[in-house]
């Protein structure tokens, strides 16, 4: 008897259990958008969306995409920096369980107090400072330095050759030597073309004992 009872209590109470999830999972939406600046239409990336008043939130992608679920009648919050705050508000008579959304961010100007940053406490020693310190060439003004073409062109005299200008040199003489292969070289010391070049050669200090460039 009491099961006769019993199993239509069980039904009902099935029936209101899956009506009661049925309704909870209606009012789940998830939201699919993007960020975007209102002035250029361009992907706003590190957007923090936030549902108002809840633990949960997600942040957008380098292209400025996000995706999160929340409830219809939720609050979303979109916060990030150099942008201002803007709130959303999901309708709670939303149809489906699935919504896209275009979020315009509108950049937000500071404007910070104004801050004087001196060397030095005083007017005096500022004075003094500028007359005698010497402070040190920086890494861009080094730079501009080493790469002088007049700087570069006398390196380039007193610069040993490298791996490739040795080898082409190498070449040269032995496709030189080839030419005469089995005769006598002709002797150059009556050759007037020579003598004007060894002359110059001699003036332009060919000859010199090179040194080479250490640098910095």
Avoid at 70 to 92: H, M, P, S, W
């Amino acid at each position: 008897m009491r099961l006769k009872f019993l199993i239509p209590a069980l039904l009902c109470l099935v029936a209101f259990g899956n009506s009661f999830a049925q309704k909870a999972s209606d009012d789940i939406v998830q939201i699919n958008g993007v960020t975007m600046t209102a002035d250029s239409l361009r992907g706003v990336p590190n957007v923090t969306v936030i549902v108002k008043n809840k633990n949960r939130g997600v942040e957008s992608e380098r292209s400025g995409v996000f995706s999160l679920v929340c409830y219809k009648g939720d609050t979303l919050q979109f916060n990030c920096l150099g942008y201002r705050t803007k709130e959303v508000a999901i309708k709670k008579d939303l149809k489906g369980q699935y919504f896209s959304m275009i979020q315009l961010m509108v950049q937000d100007t500071f404007y910070l107090p104004e801050t004087i940053i001196r060397p030095v406490p005083t007017k005096e020693e500022f004075d003094y400072a500028f007359v005698h310190w010497r402070i040190p060439n920086d890494q861009l003004e080094v730079a501009r330095r080493n790469t002088d073409a007049a700087r570069l062109r006398a390196i380039s005299q007193n610069m040993p050759k490298d791996g490739r200008e040795a080898q082409s040199a190498v070449l040269k003489q032995q496709a030189n030597d080839a030419v005469y292969y089995g005769q006598q070289k002709p002797m150059n010391i009556m050759n007037p073309i020579a003598w004007g070049e060894f002359f110059e050669a001699w003036k332009r200090g060919d000859f010199r004992k090179k040194e080479t460039y250490s640098g910095y």
